[in-house]
């Protein structure tokens, strides 16, 4: 593309989903549901 020579944002993160979810939030034990149910399902 042509254009001024601009730094940009990174476009991916290194940081992990866990460093922005609270730790109380009403999510968390929903995930480890829905993990224990998806390896439920591959283990079949």
């Known amino acids: ?3 001024l020579d601009e ?3 990174s476009l991916f993160t ?3 989903l866990e460093d ?3 730790a109380d939030h009403p999510l ?3 995930r ?3 993990n224990d149910a998806l390896k ?3 283990q079949k």
């Open 20 to 22: 922005f979810v609270p």
């Open 1 to 3: 593309m042509r254009g």
């Open 40 to 42: 439920a399902t591959l």
């Open 7 to 9: 730094m940009q944002e």
């Open 14 to 16: 290194m940081s992990r």
């Open 32 to 34: 480890f549901l829905v």
């Open 28 to 30: 968390r034990p929903i």
